[in-house]
């Protein structure tokens, strides 16, 4: 047998890793987050569930009401709650990574894979791969409920470019969410915190209800919260409307966190002990 | 196939070259010194045993010989690599085992290998057969499938054992590789980490067990405070502390005080101060050789004392550290002989 194939060099390389290796580790790493699915598969209940409970709730608790200050009853929100819900979707998974990653981060396989030569970010990359496509299952269960109930989907592009979008939001949010859930020592407090800041983000916006009602000081809030605009921006690019607001400013967004957070989260998991 | 000349071209063992040099190795934590100054040395395919209470600093010691803290001052260098300018080599010819299982719990066992294979770079079907073989070696095949979470504490130290040894290292680092085992199990560890070091790896172990040194260790740093209080081969240590203890108890317990003074008196060349235990009713004798052995178990027949029963000890970790910090074992109970006597009497 090759059994020559195992042993490592004698002299060892100190070239950076290669791209190669890279892709090979977060590989192989995502591997290891879809498994944890197989063993544990109701762990993709809340993927499954929430979009299912979040748009029946919403369509017929308050469907009626917002519906008629929309001019078309609860059809016409449907259409437009829909399109808000699935910038939802994104937020809810990066709050759960958070959690998730403060529980793996204290057990001991970790230490296995920081005293491994690989890149430590392939860990996060891994862990942000698997959420997103998460995200995008429970985007799609979104979709199915909402046609259901009744939304008429008139622009398949546009579709496809809000699950982009949304998807790209919600993994520049999981940065975040991995550095908080890197540097706070539980994940209750992970949770708590997470709680705090995305709660006052998701109901101070257009995904829910339109804003023009809100106070002046509030519209100003949601005319440049991330989830607002992400919001308009699909509800535009899937049913119409004015859509570039919403999607430089959600771009914006997306960038400014990915560019910051990213590498704090890869330095505070690089520097942990 | 053998599996235990697999992976290397035949290793030199024992050189006498240097696979781990520590000097001055410092490391805080706040105001506490978890390593305050440490020097040693682990020579090429030697075994290092690493000896100390809880709270020594052994873990924080394995941890920034395995790069996952940073020393605040100091040196290290393993396999010739540098911790801290060239810690991305070294992790490549390191294999550690941390006090607490580092496998992913919720992966089968044959999953955990496979990733780590995948994690060093060996290419699909080598990491494949790499993790077949392993699990095989370290009769694990028949859980292969099973969640680690399933597995017991045994299995879960050997398939951390597998999974260092993936890469093949050439320095592994055990921290308390047997702490919270049943004494079987523990001795199956052993076994396993025998069989590694007869393949040519160099291990540097922590351990709060003397025997456990003993069994697996070849030379012996002991470190308390985050400081080195001694440090030399296994058979030098143990004449300083004393080698072994030899534990006799009368039939008769009044015949417990002119035992003890008789060995005393038997002046014996570097026989310690015996230890009267009353709790058990039995004398404590330090031996340190066959021969000294032999001259105070004849003594008693000569006193014609009947014996009820006898038997050698290893220092425990505590009277190590007492006769090395320099207080002497005896001194507590010899503060007090009178009590013990009157104690055995009554």
């Known amino acids: 047998m090759s059994a020559a194939t195992v042993t490592p060099p004698d002299v060892v390389s100190d070239a950076p890793i290669p791209l190669r290796s890279h892709l090979r580790h977060t590989g192989a790493l995502i591997r290891r987050n879809l498994l944890w699915i197989r063993q544990d598969p109701e762990s993709m209940f809340d993927a499954i569930l929430f979009p299912v409970i979040f748009t029946l709730l919403f369509v017929y608790v308050f469907g009626g009401s917002i519906g008629q200050s929309l001019g078309g009853g609860q059809q016409a929100y449907v259409q437009y709650v829909v399109p808000g819900l699935m910038a939802m979707m994104g937020m809810n998974m990066a709050q759960g990574v958070g959690t998730g990653f403060n529980t793996d981060f204290n057990s001991g396989v970790m230490d296995r894979f920081r005293s491994l030569p690989i890149g430590r970010g392939s860990v996060l990359f891994a862990k942000i791969a698997v959420e997103v496509m998460r995200m995008l299952i429970a985007t799609a269960v979104l979709m199915v409920v909402g046609v259901l109930v009744g939304f008429d989907i008139t622009n398949w592009p546009g579709l496809f470019a809000s699950v982009g979008l949304s998807a790209l939001f919600g993994s520049a949010l999981m940065w975040v969410f991995l550095t908080l859930g890197v540097i706070m020592k539980s994940a209750q407090s992970v949770q708590a915190m997470g709680f705090l800041v995305l709660m006052p983000l998701q109901f101070g916006s ?59 989260a890869i330095h505070k998991f690089r520097t942990k002990s | ?14 050189t006498g070259r240097s696979a781990v040099t520590v000097r001055g190795l410092v490391k805080h934590y706040g105001e506490t010194k978890a390593l305050d100054g440490v020097d040693l040395e682990v020579r090429e395919g030697t075994v290092l045993g690493v000896l100390g209470p809880n709270g020594a600093g052994k873990t924080t010691l394995v941890r920034c010989l395995s790069t996952l ?43 955990n290998l496979y990733m780590i294979g995948r994690l060093l770079d060996l290419p699909r079907k080598d990491a494949r057969r790499r993790a077949d073989e392993l699990l ?19 299995m879960r130290r050997r398939l951390d ?35 590694m070091v007869a393949d040519g790896v160099t291990v540097l172990l922590t351990t709060q067990y003397m025997e456990e040194a003993e069994q697996l260790a070849s030379e012996l740093t002991v470190i308390d ?69 032999t001259a105070v178990v004849g003594a008693v027949t000569a006193r014609g004392i009947t014996i009820a ?33 009157e104690e055995v009497a009554v």
């Open chain 2, 225 to 293: 405070r985050g400081k080195v209080i001694a440090s030399g081969r296994i058979d030098e240590l143990k004449a300083r502390v004393g080698g072994r203890t030899l534990r006799i108890r009368p039939v008769d317990p009044l015949q417990l005080r002119p035992l003890a003074t008789m060995f005393d008196e038997l002046g014996l060349t570097g026989l310690a101060t015996t230890i009267v235990d009353s709790e058990t009713g039995s004398v404590l004798v330090p031996i340190l050789s066959d021969e000294q052995l």
């Open chain 1, 206 to 264: 257009s995904i829910f209800a339109p804003t023009k009602s809100m106070p002046g000081w509030l519209q100003n809030f949601t005319a440049y919260n991330p989830l607002s605009a992400l919001a308009d921006a699909a509800r535009g690019l899937m049913v119409g409307g004015p859509v570039a607001h919403g999607l430089w400013v959600t771009l914006g967004w997306s960038f400014a966190l990915t560019v910051v957070m990213a590498p704090v």
């Open chain 2, 69 to 111: 803290i940073t020393p605040d001052a100091g040196q290290a260098t393993v396999a010739g690599y540098d911790v801290l300018k060239q810690p991305r080599q070294l992790r490549r010819v390191i294999g550690l085992t941390g006090q607490y299982a580092s496998v992913d719990e919720k992966l089968p066992g044959w999953e």
């Open chain 2, 161 to 195: 054992l597998a999974a260092s040894m993936i890469g093949s290292p050439t320095v592994l680092f055990l921290d308390e590789p047997t702490t919270g085992l049943d004494p079987r199990t523990r001795n199956e560890v052993w076994q396993e980490v025998k069989r």
């Open chain 2, 1 to 14: 196939m053998d599996m235990t000349r697999i992976d290397n071209t035949p290793r030199q063992a024992a």
């Open chain 2, 136 to 154: 095989e070696r370290f009769s694990l095949t028949e859980a292969a499938k099973r969640p680690a979470s399933t597995y017991s504490g045994g």
């Open chain 2, 309 to 341: 029963s006898i038997s050698t000890e290893l220092p425990s970790l505590d009277e190590v550290f007492l006769s090395l910090t320099g207080h002497k074992a005896s001194a507590p109970q010899g503060a007090t002989p009178t009590n013990s006597r």
